[in-house]
T-cell receptor, first 114, second 111 residues
């Protein structure tokens, strides 16, 4: 099993550009989520999904879109990049059996917006 | 507002020392508390604690949860330089809206 994979590993964008961060998991987990990690702020939840076709907002959703067309994939779209979106982005997945369990994280994408 | 507070935020000790990391929480509909280790890459899972007073142990690491006082501790005995990392505490609520993380404890083990 590859676990949770993310691409790209690094990305530099100019302000106003859009892009999609890819996330895939091969563990048949129902639950997938996106976090951003900033120095001194810990990890904060952007969006999450409890299954294909179902998504919801987390703590810091503004400026990001998600969709979940399959169980395996959960892409994160930046609509119009801003310097405040410079961060490390982690995708995570988990079983969902009567509640959440420990989440498994991908390797992260380091995004810089200039 | 839900809160997860870790202390200390940073800690420097010598190899062989024992350390105790703290995590206190105030969340609605608490379900479980998790500890992760992060070494310049993705967080890796250490423990999930759901029941109060039951110690989870893995080698030199152990953790316990006190649901009455709303805190957990992570102990590391006989520390090694490979234990240097950021240790993250997170709480799961009864819903499905993800984990709420503390800011982490940055642990540095000096040889």
């Amino acid at each position: 099993n590859a676990g949770v994979t993310q691409t790209p590993k690094f990305q530099v964008l100019k302000t106003g550009q859009s892009m999609t961060l890819q996330c895939a998991q091969d563990m048949n987990h129902e639950y997938m989520s996106w976090y951003r990690q900033d120095p001194g702020m810990g990890l904060r939840l952007i969006h999450y999904s409890v299954g294909a076709g179902i998504t919801d907002q987390g703590e810091v959703p503004n400026g990001y879109n998600v969709s979940r067309s399959t169980t395996e994939d959960f892409p994160l779209r930046l609509l119009s990049a801003a310097p405040s979106q410079t961060s490390v982005y982690f995708c995570a997945s988990s079983y969902l059996a009567g509640g959440l369990y420990e989440q498994y994280f991908g390797p992260g994408t380091r995004l810089t917006v200039t | 507002e839900d809160k997860v507070v870790q202390s200390p935020l940073s800690l420097v000790v010598h190899e062989g020392d024992t350390v105790t990391l703290n995590c206190s929480y105030e969340v609605t509909n608490f379900r479980s508390l998790l500890w992760y280790k992060q070494e310049k890459k993705a967080p890796t899972f250490l423990f999930m604690l759901t029941s109060s007073g039951i110690e989870k142990k893995s080698g030199r690491l152990s953790s316990i949860l006190d649901k009455k006082e709303l805190f957990s501790i992570l102990n590391i005995t006989a520390t090694q330089t490979g234990d240097s990392a950021v240790y993250l505490c997170a709480v799961i609520r009864g819903g499905a809206d993800g984990l709420t993380f503390g800011k982490g404890t940055h642990l540095i083990i000096q040889p």
